[in-house]
T-cell receptor, first 115, second 113 residues
Framework: GAGVSQTPSNKVTEKGKYVELRCDPI?????LYWYRQSLGQGPEFLIY????????DSGLPNDRFFAVRPEGSVSTLKIQRTERGDSAVYLC?????????????FGPGTRLTVL | GDSVTQMEGPVTLSEEAFLTINCTYT??????LFWYVQYPGEGLQLLLK?????DKGSNKGFEATYRKETTSFHLEKGSVQVSDSAVYFC????????????FGRGTSLIVHP
């Protein structure tokens, strides 16, 4: 079956621009997670959704970052006024539910480069 | 807060060599411990896990034992293959109700024929 997909796979933008990154979770998965992976680092949590609502957004670095999941399936991570320090691979994962024993399945990531 | 420390890579081995990738952690309570693998061009995949002290996780010939006394979860494989070349991430999930894992920096493994 289809796994988690993310589009685009690569995004190059200029400092100050707005970008949107899309995540399509596995069908039927109610929990969706966003992570950021900087070069040479492990993934760092940004935000997770249970259904349509953001259950925990404590990892968002500042108010330039925002994410939505309006119908409880596809999610979009939005970054305003991009900065060079935002360059990283943005990972999305989904799981059937939250809680013990619910494995997260990861997408291949979107590599964002801010020039 | 919770943290995970992994040995730095890259680890370079010949095929059929023995592999150890060290991982130690800091956490309160009794976290669950994980190893993820990321093959080139693919997303992270769960490789194995252990949820309590002395548990051994195993999968695809890889093993790791949850050692509470040394706060470690070292990854081992007796005979690596070229296809094992990937980046390996150690991670923990705290026992405080959060289901968000904390990842280590990753260790790159390169296996030569």
């Amino acid at each position: 079956g289809a796994g988690v997909s993310q589009t685009p796979s690569n995004k190059v933008t200029e400092k100050g621009k707005y970008v949107e990154l899309r995540c399509d979770p596995i069908s039927g998965h109610t929990a969706l997670y966003w992570y950021r992976q900087s070069l040479g680092q492990g993934p760092e949590f940004l935000i997770y959704f249970q259904g349509t609502g953001a259950a925990d957004d404590s990892g968002l670095p500042n108010d330039r970052f925002f994410a939505v999941r309006p119908e409880g399936s596809v999610s979009t991570l939005k970054i305003q006024r991009t900065e060079r320090g935002d360059s990283a691979v943005y990972l999305c994962a989904s799981s059937k539910r939250t809680g013990e024993g619910n494995e997260q399945f990861f997408g291949p990531g979107t590599r964002l480069t801010v020039l | 807060g919770d943290s995970v420390t992994q040995m730095e890579g890259p680890v370079t081995l010949s095929e059929e060599a023995f592999l150890t990738i060290n991982c130690t952690y800091t956490a309160t309570g009794y976290p669950s411990l994980f190893w993820y693998v990321q093959y080139p061009g693919e997303g992270l995949q769960l490789l194995l896990k252990a949820t309590k002290a002395d548990d051994k996780g195993s999968n695809k010939g890889f093993e790791a034992t949850y050692r509470k006394e040394t706060t470690s979860f070292h990854l081992e494989k007796g005979s690596v293959q070229v296809s094992d070349s990937a980046v390996y991430f150690c991670a923990l999930r705290g026992s405080g109700g959060s289901y968000i894992p904390t990842f280590g920096r990753g260790t790159s493994l390169i296996v030569h024929p």
